[in-house]
């Protein structure tokens, strides 16, 4: 069967800082028409920063959407035309102050395909250095260090439901994992 949906016609209804909206025609594999809204973003970056004791590095900030202080990793919007993995070591710094010796790639995910065009990049950073961090004008934020066994309690027991933290911290608890079977 054929799912493929074409595009018939395009309306940019607004574009913002970091999204743009538009409202496309499409038409549908049975030949009718529909309408699609579709969010256009940049993507982003998230990076579980691992300590030598299994221990995360945490951010606690404001997310004004659901009017609450959330615990989430390090993560940050690229820029246009910035390679992920140079946006990773940025956002690491800006945010914890660190920088990593040894950075794994986890891959990416769609946010949420219905109807959002995000690609979120995660990185596990190993090996760390401190610093200090530099946040942007707009960014107040607190870092904390949990235990990786703590964390992927919490994702199991849904107290950490930010997407881009819960796939960083259960994949980066399976890496782990794999790691220790290998050797």
Not at 128 to 141: I, Q, R, S
Not at 156 to 181: Q, Y
Request: a negative charge; glycine letters at 8%.
């Amino acid at each position: 069967m054929n799912l493929i949906e074409k595009t018939i016609k395009q309306e940019q209804i607004f574009e913002g800082k970091i999204i743009t909206l538009r409202r496309d025609t499409v038409k549908l594999p049975n030949g009718n028409e529909a309408t699609r809204e579709v969010v256009e973003h940049p993507g982003g970056v998230a990076v579980v920063a691992l300590d030598e004791h299994n221990e995360v590095y945490m951010v606690r900030q404001f997310r004004y959407p659901f009017g609450e202080v959330i615990s989430e990793i390090p993560a940050g919007k690229l820029d246009a035309g910035e390679d992920p993995f140079d946006c990773c070591v940025r956002e690491l710094a800006e945010e914890t102050g660190l920088s990593a010796g040894h950075y794994d790639y986890l891959g990416k995910f769609m946010l949420s395909p219905g109807f959002c065009r995000e690609w979120i990049h995660i990185y596990l950073a190993r090996d760390l250095t401190t610093g200090d961090a530099h946040l942007d004008a707009d960014e107040f934020l607190e870092v904390e260090k949990r235990p990786l066994v703590d964390l992927v309690e919490q994702v199991m027991n849904n107290e950490l439901t930010d997407a881009k933290t819960v796939m960083g911290i259960l994949k980066t608890n399976e890496l782990l994992r794999r790691e220790r079977n290998r050797a």
